[in-house]
């Protein structure tokens, strides 16, 4: 199946469930003369983009309480990001995905359109979500402690098992972006965050414009570690000088 008869069939999928109120994967299939499992990606794709919610056997639409205004303007900023950094993603690369970051894990559906990939995490959400790509990549988990707060493993079992390997790229989300030293974080666990960044040729950040100044005490990456910055085209246009100045690559992703 093509990249493009999956969206072609992907957009049906919509305007069947938006006619009927309901979609089975059975029917499905069926009519679309695939198997229930690529059904069960397409529909794990779209809830992933907020375009459906998924039932057992099926899937039903979002229920418009859910779809308001601020939501809708933070999942648009987000996919546009993730697609930003997905162009920077090459068939049968290596890469790292950590756990922790919705923006992060917005790149997820992006990753259906490339072959052969090799994906580490460890989160046991991403590795789930990876399951249900149409390509679905070879996946590789870190082991280690299991830590509810980052909702990842860590701990020296996982960065041991990470020195194992060698990657193309890590992404990875901040929740601030500190213009004179680097990416912030409010997670006391930041050492395993720190040697994926050294196992990988690149590190790619994936933070909305507004990270940009929030006062947050630990210092997970220092700018000298990072290649480039993918954020949205509210950044303002000083501050991405700056960060510049530190010898990163901004990517600034339009939202329209």
Known sequence: MTKRNTQQRRRAIIDLLNASGEVSVETLAEQFSTSEVTIRKDLAALESNGLLLRRYGGAVPVPQELMSDPIEKVSVRKQSIAKAAAQLIRDHN???????SSTTSALLPELSHKQGLVVMTNSLSIANALRELENEPTILMTGG??????EGFQGQLAEQILRSYNFDQFFIGADGLDLERGTTTFNELYSLSRVMADVAREVIVMAESDKIGRKI?????????IKVLVTDDGIDAKDKQKIEQQGVQVICASAG
């Open 217 to 225: 005490h630990n210092l997970e990456l220092p700018w000298s570690a």
């Open 94 to 100: 290596r890469i790292i995905l950590d756990s922790g």
């Open 145 to 150: 402690t299991w830590d509810p707060k980052s």
